[in-house]
């Protein structure tokens, strides 16, 4: 009964998570302006391309909206849901996934890293400077903001698993790697042509684009 009674609360957690993923409000910004971000500059309905379409206030305020309900859902399903060991992370993970592939954009969501933030800063302020330590080292060493949550996705769930010492708590975050990899494959492509977008458009956005040869349209 008491396994019965967790597996639903944290099931209810990631229900829960899920459904606070769907807010996306980079994609709703866009339609407030009259286009559907999916279809303009990289297609990503998250707050790099907004920042690069609309400004770095409007970006600023998507990444804080992204990393602030990753990190609600997280908060709240440990309140609520509190007979699950694992709420946080059910409520976590899947607002991840709800981000990625939300329901009320035919699955076709942003890219996740602002949310793996939040997600990360709920579990505690050290695991998340501990994470932006090294996260910023391969960000300075390479300037490829892409390859953070790829990493994030691998790095963290094994960290919060041996922090926790339970490996199911691994698992459950863990859940969040492949679909954030498939995510980003195309960003790997562009490495490899050397179109992937750089750190460098937070200072020298016309030239960045320009080099990358962005067109402003959909894929």
Known sequence: ??????LSAALAAAGMGYAIGNLNPAYVMGLRRGY??????????????????????????????DISKAAVSVGLARRIFAQSKFAGEAAGAACILGHMYPALMR?????GLACLGGVILAFGVNDFLVTLFLES???LAT???CLVPITGAI???????????DWRAAAILGSITLP??????????????????????????DGEL??????????
């Open 210 to 219: 320009d080099r990358i040869g962005w067109v402003g349209e959909g894929e």
């Open 1 to 6: 009964m008491k396994l019965s009674k967790a």
């Open 137 to 139: 080292l391969l960000l």
């Open 143 to 145: 300037r490829y903001l």
């Open 107 to 111: 699955f076709r969501g942003g890219k």
């Open 36 to 65: 559907d971000i999916r279809k303009k500059g990289s297609g990503n309905a998250g707050a790099t391309n907004l920042m690069i379409l609309e400004g770095k206030k409007a970006g600023a305020f998507v990444m804080c909206f």
């Open 155 to 165: 790095f963290y769930p094994i960290y919060h698993g041996i922090e926790r010492g």
């Open 180 to 205: 954030m990899l498939s995510k980003h494959v195309e960003n790997l492509e562009r490495i490899k042509e050397g179109k992937e977008l750089k750190l460098d458009f937070l200072w020298d956005r």
